[in-house]
């Protein structure tokens, strides 16, 4: 065991972790003489408080023994940035189609009012008429559908009761009261029934 590596990896994860040494000690109930001691390789720390140091570092007792984080820690740490970069991927992929929403539901209803002011102040004959208020009708009801469909994929609904997240149903979408993007819905989980909001990420 190299001690001297071993204390500078102490020093190095307690200022990771943003502790000075005193406030190290305090948390382990020892004083900082001792926490100074492990640090420049004076000495070790008793077998007892290695599971609390090594919790407070936020590293594993073989971490700990070899000095430098090593093995299963590794591997973790890349499992969280693969996450990390996976939740990024999935709230732009959501932050996008939510934009598109916005521009399919503007869209398909100024088309839609475009269909109707024409076919109400412009003179032609009654059927082109009735085939524009007809196409605009459509347009709206094309818009209207896609902008649900995507509100109720994009991302997911948060309950402020139990804090989970989940998709609702199209149905509950559709008849869902609304405040901007926040739908007044049931939550799959715990049954409350609130204004929930949208987030773009678990
Ligand atoms: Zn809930």
């Known amino acids: 065991m190299d001690q001297e590596k ?13 502790l000075t040494q005193a406030v190290l000690a305090e948390k ?20 007892a408080i290695m599971p609390e140091l090594c919790d407070i570092l936020n590293i594993n007792i073989n971490d700990l023994f ?14 969280e ?4 970069e996976m939740r990024k991927a999935e709230e732009l992929t959501n932050r996008k189609l939510l934009s598109l929403e916005v521009v399919i539901g503007y869209t398909s209803s100024i088309t839609f009012l475009v269909m109707v002011f024409v076919a109400s102040f412009v003179e032609m004959p009654a059927w082109v008429r009735v085939l524009m208020i007809a196409v605009g009708a459509s347009a709206f009801a094309f818009g209207m ?5 995507i509100e ?40 409350n029934r609130a204004y929930h909001k949208k987030v773009l990420t678990k």
């Not at 071993?6 to 943003?18: D, L, M, S």
């Not at 004083?31 to 000495?43: F, H, M, N, P, Q």
């Not at 559908?145 to 469909?149: A, E, P, V």
């Open 6 to 18: 071993i204390g500078k990896f102490i020093a190095t994860c307690r200022k990771e972790q943003g």
């Open 81 to 84: 940035q693969h996450l990390l």
């Open 66 to 79: 070899s000095g430098e984080r090593i093995g299963m820690d590794q591997y973790q740490e890349m499992a």
């Open 152 to 191: 109720r994929e994009a991302g997911y609904y948060e309950c402020p009761e139990c804090g989970e997240t989940y998709i609702p149903s199209m149905k509950a979408v559709v008849l869902a009261p609304h405040i901007g993007r926040s739908r007044k819905m049931t939550c799959l989980y715990c049954g």
């Open 28 to 47: 382990l109930n020892i004083t900082d003489r001792a926490v100074s001691k492990w640090e420049t390789g004076r000495s070790l720390p008793d077998a």
């Open 145 to 149: 559908t896609n902008c649900l469909k």
